[in-house]
């Protein structure tokens, strides 16, 4: 199975900062990659796909990047509706794998 | 649009088994997989297994071999997973999620509710 790992797995920031969290692979996935958002008491909701392509009506302060074995999520200026979890998930091979989520925290 | 609608919570007994439905709508359900994910409290996402929503061909996660049974009824765009002899730590909040394609990627882009499965004696 291909393992993945998130970095940090939690980081208080502020309003306006620019944040990143990686998420590397046990194993090469190309840009099999993708990072999901999930706000306390609700779904997940995508947000990248292929390592570094927007999803539908996402805003733009999200971005993505890496290919390989390391990935960045970014956020150019975090706004307060973008404080939750994140994940990163790898969609290479089955089984898929999940990284373990990076809380983003005021 | 496109939905995925649940089943309500559950609350089973250690050894029981529960049986979580995934109904569809907004699309035509045979053209898309879905997968179960699921999520303990205060706990990270679970790829739990897939199931093929034109010929019921499944992938399980190897965790759950034997104890989970994933099927589908595409007369009525559902999908369902059965989890037998249930554990505490099956406690846990159930996803099913619409498989799709963006090239050849793979990806989760639409995510039912949920259903608060609860195990306890």
């Known amino acids: 199975d291909i393992q993945m790992t998130q970095s940090p797995s939690s980081l208080s920031t502020s309003v306006g900062d620019r944040v990143t969290i990686t998420c590397r692979a046990s194993?090469?996935?190309?840009?099999?990659l993708l990072w999901y958002q999930q706000k306390p008491g609700k779904v997940p909701n995508l947000l990248i796909y292929?390592?570094?392509s927007l999803h539908s009506g996402v805003p733009s302060r999200f971005s993505g990047s890496g290919s390989g074995t390391d990935f960045t999520l970014t956020i150019s200026s975090l706004q307060p509706e973008d404080f939750a979890t994140y994940f990163c998930?790898?969609?290479?091979?089955?089984?898929?794998?999940f990284g373990q989520g990076t809380k983003v925290e005021i | 649009q496109v939905q995925l609608v649940q089943s309500g919570a559950e609350v089973k007994k250690p050894g029981a088994s529960v049986k979580v439905s995934c109904k569809a709508s907004?699309?035509?359900?045979?053209?898309?997989?879905i997968s179960w994910v699921r999520q303990a409290p205060g706990q990270g996402l679970e790829w739990m297994g897939w199931?093929?929503?034109?010929?019921?061909?499944?992938n399980y996660e190897q965790k759950f071999q034997g104890r989970v049974t994933m099927t589908t009824d595409t007369s009525t765009s559902t999908a369902y997973m059965e989890l037998r002899s249930l554990r505490s730590d099956d406690t846990a909040m159930y996803y099913c999620?619409?498989?799709?394609?963006?090239?050849?990627?793979?990806?989760?882009?639409?995510w039912g509710q949920g259903t608060l499965v609860t195990v306890s004696s």
């Open positions: 999620a619409r498989e799709s394609f963006k090239g050849l990627i793979r990806l989760f882009d639409c």
């Open positions: 907004g699309y035509t359900f045979t053209r898309y997989g």
């Open positions: 199931i093929n929503g034109y010929n019921g061909n499944t």
């Open positions: 194993q090469s996935i190309a840009n099999y």
């Open positions: 292929a390592a570094s």
């Open positions: 998930q790898q969609s290479f091979s089955f089984p898929w794998t």
